[in-house]
């Protein structure tokens, strides 16, 4: 890697290594740093944003007490955020543009008596009003001097918050089928959830990250008799091609062995009523313990494994009928015909139905089927009934070929709960996977696809979840196993891991060879140049709080690839122009700052990656 100064050598993306530093070494610098003026940061909630709308919030009581504003007039659609255009300032409020029809007075008028106000305050240089209202302030560059001891001060936890005010999410998410190891299909389901699950811990919500095991249906019966095919090949029995319907994968064989091994030969040649029970369990635990293995390569560890099967042995189906029943909510009628399709052979019957369409739904659904045995709509409003039983909030991490079920379960827990509990469903898109740009075939039926632990193996945990953020969620995505390892700045995972990894070597040089340290003293002697980048760090709590209040984590590898685009943009600044570079053998002082400054970039790049599951790299 070329470092500013030094003749480090790009060694490849494939030799990045996981930041070992703890964040006083390179990033913190806690202890010290932040004086009593500088308290207000210890409150992690109070962005540069908060601090200023409450200045605006100020200045608009000002004017209600000069009889300026009415006293009762809504503030809440008063923002303040970073100008469209940088050139226009460092911070701009709609307040005038929002607040000027209740008062009854021009939007210019309002801005120019707000602006007024702003002017007064000590650390505002300038308020413009800018079009029919909106004012830009310029801020007194002190402001982002105390930005950079805010980031040092509080190290690996800027950019939380107590948005969450400590309430409970259940966020679930990855859910397979207890048949066989993880594959792409549910990769990126898997990721957007873990992301989803930290980011909103990080923003002060208590968060159970939860598994719903599908133990309960028909596909478990078939992996039961699958997993007999190869208890008998195990015990030397030829077992020929794998019938149609069946699972084929070898990963299966490992489990008829274990089986073969414990019971030997008593279910050689008994009737199915005699080892289904036993082996479906005997292979789901298998499966689940696969499938564990599989997440952790991902470094994904959920709290709670929930399993259908124990839901119905504990009578959860039929509590969740009774709460519905006695609401009048569910009822015997006849089911219709599904909407948009031609079924030749349709015939009407009678099913107990919730009444799905009071609560915005197309259809009343069956929560039984005419054998009586539980509809998946009704095992899964089951579910969802004990879900809420300990959280505020449900959030569910769907395929996208669960999409047309959204209304109904909506509308379920929105009956089960009185709408008391926010639910929402986040729909995946499923990942095309290319190598070198042509497609890879796979077909689950024959056994052929591309495992977690394969890609994992390939390309590395950080690659694969850096690139299942990097669009959102419920747009088409592309895996290239060639382009997401490429070194180049169209790969966003290199391109923000870079700019972490110059940021390390930079301090290592000025540590090893200069004798360097960053320091603190001398922050007001950065330039403009410099304090860009501050500017684009102190945008990182307020992403962190949009992205949780929305629920998607790919904001945060959005936001890193912005950071990292203006960090790298500075530094090829030093390239051209020597007395911009990070280390000035001739100015001791003004290279401390810098190199601070450095290290609080680094911090941000390791806190978002964090929130993502990715670990930062020292070196590259």
Known sequence: MAVQGGNARLAGFAAVRPFPCSSNRLGGFAAGVVGARHVIFRNLTVTIFARFADHVDDALDAMVAAGALPAEIDRKNVSVEPPRDASHGDLATNAAMVLAKAAGISPRALAE?????????EQVISADIAGPGFINLKLDASVWADEIRAIADAGDSYGSSKMGSGKTVNVEYVSANPTGPMHMGHCRGAVVGDALAALL????HKVIREYYINDAGGQVDMLARSVFLRYKEALGNQIGEIPEGLYPGEYLVPVGKRLAEKYGDRFLVSEEDAWLALFRKEAVNDMMEMIRRDLALLGIHHDV???EAELHEAGKAEKAEKFLREKGLVYKGMLEKPKGKEIDDWEPVELPLFRSTEFGDDQDRPIKKSDGKWTYFGADLAYH??????????????GADHAGTVKRIKAAVNALTGGEIDFDIKIVQMVKLLRDGEPLKMSKRSGVFITIKDMVEEVGKDVVRFTMLTRKADAQMEFDFAKVIEASKDNPVFYVQYAHARICSTLRKAAEEEGLEPSVDHLDRLGEEELALVREAANFPRVVQAAAKAAE?????????????????YWNLGNDQPDKRFILGQDRELSAARLFLAAQIGQVIRNGLRLMGVDAADSM
């Not at 009934?385 to 769907?398: S, T, V």
């Open 305 to 307: 494994f929930a399993s």
């Open 385 to 398: 009934f004990q879900k809420a039983q300990n959280a505020d909030r449900l959030i569910d991490i769907w």
């Open 201 to 204: 811990e990080f923003a002060g």
């Open 553 to 569: 984590p790919h904001r945060i590898a959005f936001y890193l690839n912005d950071l990292a685009s203006v960090f790298h943009s």
């Open 113 to 121: 008596h707000l602006a007024g106000e702003l002017k007064q305050l």
